[in-house]
């Protein structure tokens, strides 16, 4: 079984382009991962998506993004223009959750501007 589940922030935005003679979006992107019990080591972890959740991602993740990925791992071997071989290892996304709260920054900080000020007599508890 080739199945895989991560949570990490984007390290840089998401890059959509289109398949070629297509017009299916394929969007790459990669999501820095902490090792558990090691906080201090981290993995970068390149994800391909496709289709209309390809779309998604491209729209509304940025830089700083936390976001839960399932799919499964694939090696890709290609060559270099001297013909030499090479391999990238990536993450094929199934689904992918955008887990940065709407209303935050991708840092976690807040934007407030959409924010209204509750007063605390409108509470029913």
Known sequence: MNSINLVGNL???PDMKFLPNSDKAVTN????????FKSDETDFINIVVFGKTA????????KGSKAGVTGYLTI?????????????TEVIANTV??????G?????????EDMTPVDDGDIPF
Do not use: H, M
């Open 11 to 13: 390290v840089r935005d």
């Open 29 to 36: 992107f990669t999501i820095a991962v902490q090792r558990p």
């Open 55 to 62: 779309e998604n991602c491209s729209t509304y993740l940025k």
């Open 76 to 88: 890709r071997k290609w060559q270099t223009k001297e013909n030499e071989n090479r391999y990238t």
């Open 97 to 102: 959750e955008f887990l940065t709260p709407k």
């Open 104 to 112: 935050t920054d991708s840092v976690g900080g807040n934007d407030y």
